[in-house]
């Protein structure tokens, strides 16, 4: 089974400071997704990268940056936390290498809370 | 650029009510669909999907079809339980490598009662 997994599932920052948000696949897939959850917004695409040292940006990049020196691992960076960032954060990853429509596979989330 | 529109939450059903939760989709080109669940206190996990048009992805229970004429993909079920209680996505992309993103629907929580 892919496990994708994330450093925490519950974070308290202070407004400022620097955030790291890691997240690691086991099933050397290509394409990796940082997405944020907000209540009646939904997920919204915030960076992703299909190769190692490559990364597009989402439709929300602002305030965020990213990070892949290694397949597995994919880290979200909040330069300077904001209140306005307080949210739930979800990794996902995709082979990208599947003939047809792919499965992306979620990592279970973390809460981050910026005060 | 490609939207999902699904119908606004909460749904609110008792156990082995028939559920519907609407899907319609804006693409260029001819998407994939998907439908994703979240269980509470968890990441998503894929449902069902279908790539073509009038396939019909199911999974646990649950249906979709995938409709062109109508843009839809309407997600189904015959008779719920408590433990179908989540957050339903509705996705598409019209990439078939994967290396484009989902674009998802804001969500539907639905709560099944005893």
């Known amino acids: 089974d892919v496990k994708v997994t994330q450093s925490s599932r519950y974070l308290v920052k202070r407004t400022g400071e620097k955030v790291f948000l890691e997240c690691v696949q086991d099933?050397?897939?290509?394409?990796m997704f940082w997405y944020r959850q907000d209540p009646g917004l939904g997920l919204r695409l915030i960076y992703f990268?299909?190769?190692?040292?490559?990364?597009e940006k989402g439709d929300i990049p602002e305030g965020y940056s990213v990070s892949r020196e290694k397949k597995e691992r994919f880290s979200l960076i909040l330069e300077s936390a904001s209140t306005n960032q307080t949210s739930m954060y979800l990794c996902?990853?995709?082979?990208?290498?599947?003939?047809?429509?792919?499965?992306?596979?979620f990592g279970p989330g973390t809460r981050l809370l910026v005060l | 650029g490609d939207s999902v529109t699904q119908m606004e939450g909460p749904v609110t059903l008792s156990e082995e009510a028939f559920l519907t939760i609407n899907c319609t989709y804006t693409?260029?080109?001819?998407?994939?669909l998907f439908w994703y669940v979240q269980y509470p206190g968890e990441g998503l996990q894929l449902l069902l999907k279908a790539t073509k048009a009038d396939d019909k992805g199911s999974n646990k229970g649950f249906e979709a079809t995938y409709r062109k004429e109508t843009t839809s993909f309407h997600l189904e079920k015959g008779s719920v339980q408590v433990s179908d209680s989540a957050v339903y996505f509705c996705?598409?992309?019209?990439?078939?490598?994967?290396?484009?993103?989902?674009?998802f629907g804001k969500g539907t929580r639905l709560s099944v009662i005893a």
């Open positions: 990268s299909y190769d190692v040292k490559m990364k």
């Open positions: 693409a260029t080109g001819y998407p994939s």
């Open positions: 996705a598409l992309t019209t990439s078939h490598s994967g290396n484009t993103p989902l674009v």
């Open positions: 099933m050397d897939h290509e394409n």
């Open positions: 996902a990853s995709t082979s990208g290498r599947a003939a047809s429509a792919e499965t992306q596979y």
